[in-house]
Every structure is written in C-alpha cells, then in structure tokens.
C-alpha cells in the first residue's frame, strides 16, 4: 500500500521506480520461494514503464478509471511480476520441516 499511496502524491509518475524498488527490495533471493525452487525478481523500472505503467494509465483514460476499478491493471502487474521472476535453484530439500496440525479433535 505504500507504493500506492506514494504514487497518488506523485500523480503516478514514480509508480514504475516506487514498485520495481519494491519488489527488488522486499523480494530477495534467500528469502523468495516458488514452487519448491528459489527464484529472484528481475524486473527493471523502464520495463515496467513500457510493458504495465503506460498501458494501464491509456486505459484509465480511455475508461474513466474503470480498467484500475475492476482490477485489470492489477492483474496486468501481476502477471509482469510473474514474467520477470527467475529461479535460481531448486530449494535445499534436507531441511523438511513438518507442519503440524493444532485442530482439536
């Protein structure tokens, strides 16, 4: 939410720098796992101008808002953040932890 909330300040002109230091930020390496592999954002701020920030502000134009409204420029993002993520290597499997169910029975 601090992305957005710094970005209505800004007019969204920051949007593209605020959200790739974001994820470059909170999304590390050591601590990112997908599906059993560690994977690493890789996204750069012009991309993110070109490819998500630029189509979505054409679109709230052209749609008053609505394209933000019903999460069409979310999932635009979304799916952008899952195309620039990168796996590294599988995840060490010797470590397994064990989840254990606290539910009474």
């Known amino acids: 939410f601090l992305v957005a909330f710094l970005s209505i300040f ?13 994820m470059k930020k909170v999304h590390h390496p050591q601590y990112m796992h997908l ?5 690493k954002f890789v996204g750069t701020a012009s991309d993110y101008t070109m490819h998500v ?5 054409m679109m709230n ?14 999932h635009k ?5 899952d195309s620039k993520v990168e796996i590294l290597r599988h995840k060490d499997t010797t470590h397994l932890s064990i989840q254990v ?3 009474q029975v």
């Open 77 to 81: 993002s979304l799916k952008w953040v």
């Open 61 to 74: 134009l052209l749609t008053f808002c609505m394209w933000s409204f019903l999460g069409f420029a979310r």
């Open 53 to 57: 920030w630029f189509f979505n502000a």
């Open 10 to 22: 800004t007019v969204g002109l920051l949007e593209p720098w605020l959200f790739v230091r974001f």
């Open 101 to 103: 169910d606290h539910h």
């Open 35 to 39: 599906g059993g592999y560690n994977v």
